[in-house]
């Protein structure tokens, strides 16, 4: 499979706002916030420096579409 053919698939089953780099920075937030170390990660994803794991953690994301915010707290 090429980059772009998983690309199309992946747009294809889950919409125009999701891409292999999406779900790939996905993958990543939720391994860092369950604990994972960069290494473990990096034994998955094959990046191989931290600096990259560092680049696809997206914890603002996670702070920005926090639903307990909405609770007014």
Same mark, same amino acid.
């Given at each position: 499979? *090429?980059?772009?053919?998983?690309?199309?698939?992946?747009?294809?089953?889950?919409?125009?706002?999701?891409?292999?780099?999406?779900?790939?920075?996905?993958?990543? *937030?939720?391994?860092?916030?369950?604990?994972?170390?960069?290494?473990?990660?990096?034994q998955q994803t094959k990046h191989k420096t931290t600096a990259m794991i560092r680049r696809y953690t997206r914890l603002e994301s996670i702070k920005q579409h926090n639903a307990a915010k909405k609770l007014g707290w």
């Open positions: 499979l *090429t980059d772009m053919s998983v690309d199309d698939r992946i747009k294809h089953y889950l919409g125009e706002g999701y891409s292999a780099h999406s779900l790939r920075a996905s993958f990543v *937030t939720i391994a860092k916030l369950n604990g994972a170390d960069d290494s473990e990660v990096m």
